[in-house]
């Protein structure tokens, strides 16, 4: 099968990377998405393994359709008798640009009565009315510059729900993205487990949470559903083997060095919790502290975090200020290296120092800009 990962902008190198490190060394990029080759068996690793990748995809067809007669075609000459039932619950997920099939709630209508007169004609006898009440299949359909790409979603729920964030708090990060700045970090549990890691805005947890569960080999799916599981066609025990693999290699009995903290106490409350449904509670020494009474007399550690800014506080100079007071703690750390994600425009002027790297990144469709501050290198024995 034809297997599509879209990604969000800015981390196709991350996703490739991971993808590298789960086998999948054959892995190109294309409007904002990963193709690999695979069968149900990887469709459930990559569902399991996957920390920021957002869903997997199996794509079924391609075809040129430049008005509603050619898509009704192209999605009937599909064999959707393989992939559903007669009682499937089929919802449409469309977009389009730049082509003349611009109505997307029309082409969705569209691609569905093809889907419906397929199974009629293939599965049902000619039967024209279906229950819909059986397994979820959503059909996706993206037409760009009049071709049409036409897949099913194995996952179901984004790959960025977990399942541990169960409780609202203000401006959360999503988790694949957060699990994107560690992999960008140089924060490396395999390598050395004791390297320090802290998030001093932590908020509702996500950021420790996903570097704890990393450092633990916790794969990020290994607690939740997919949509797959639930389809009469594909194989048995496919999810099964994919979570024994995921729980046999995890990291028993070890402890991370991580930090995670944040001047609200309900913040500090809901993120224990949190790590608590991750599985990772022990593995996290969190703390309501001020970021500027953060210190260490540990060396060489990351320090990822997502401060507040515009969304969160109302007044552009107390986010100049935090900033400012930020620069301070980390030069008090002159080992550390610091990856710190906003979208406050004058954050290196108020920082202190202009960033050694940047990189353009989204958060919750916020143009934000990933600062990294590299550390002193540890001195190598000779």
């Known amino acids: 099968m034809r297997l599509s990962i879209p990604v969000a902008a800015g981390l196709e190198s ?49 075809f040129e359709a430049a008005t509603f007669d050619e898509l009704y075609d192209g999605f009937y000459a599909i064999e959707w008798e393989r992939f559903l039932e007669t009682d499937s619950r089929i919802l449409m997920d469309g977009k389009s640009v730049s082509s003349k099939l611009a109505a997307i709630k029309s082409a969705g209508g569209v691609a569905k009565k093809a889907i419906i007169r397929r199974l009629a004609d293939k599965k049902s006898r000619g039967r024209q009315t279906f229950s819909e009440n059986g397994a979820r299949t959503v059909v996706g359909f993206s037409i760009f510059k009049d071709r049409v790409t036409v897949t099913i979603d194995t996952s179901g729920e984004g790959l960025h729900k977990r399942g541990y964030r169960s409780l609202a708090y203000t401006a959360p990060i999503k988790e694949t993205l957060a699990a994107a700045l560690i992999d960008l970090s140089f924060y490396n549990p395999e390598a050395n487990l004791e390297k320090p890691f802290a998030d001093l805005f932590c908020g509702s947890g996500t950021i420790p ?10 794969a990020p799916g290994v607690n939740r559903d997919f949509d797959f599981a639930h389809w009469k066609f594909v194989p048995q025990g496919a999810l099964k083997r994919a ?9 028993r009995g070890e402890t991370p060095k991580i930090f995670a903290s944040d001047i609200s106490k309900e913040a500090i409350s809901i993120a224990k919790y949190h790590a608590k449904r991750a599985g990772v509670n022990g593995a996290i020494e969190f703390a309501v502290r001020d970021m500027r009474d ?10 990822i975090s997502n401060p507040p800014y515009g969304e969160r506080l109302s007044d552009e100079r107390e986010v100049a200020a935090l900033t400012r007071d930020l620069g301070r703690t980390f030069f008090a750390l002159p080992d550390w290296s610091a990856y710190v994600l906003t979208p406050f425009k004058e954050f290196e002027r108020r920082f202190g120092k202009s960033a050694d790297r940047k990189k353009r990144l989204f958060n919750a469709n916020i143009e934000c800009c990933l600062y990294t501050y590299f550390g002193k290198k540890p001195e190598i024995d000779q």
Do not use: C
């Open 243 to 251: 979570k024994e693999e995921a729980r046999d290699n995890e990291r």
């Open 14 to 62: 991350v996703v490739k990377k991971q993808l590298y490190s789960l086998g999948y060394g054959k892995a190109p990029a294309e409007n904002g998405r990963i193709l690999v080759e695979g069968d149900w068996e990887d469709v459930a690793r990559l569902n399991v393994f996957l920390r920021s990748g957002e869903r997997v995809l199996m794509v079924l067809s391609e």
């Open 209 to 218: 949470i996903e570097a704890a569960m990393r450092a633990l080999r916790i």
């Open 294 to 303: 953060f210190s260490s007399v540990l060396t060489h550690g990351v320090l």
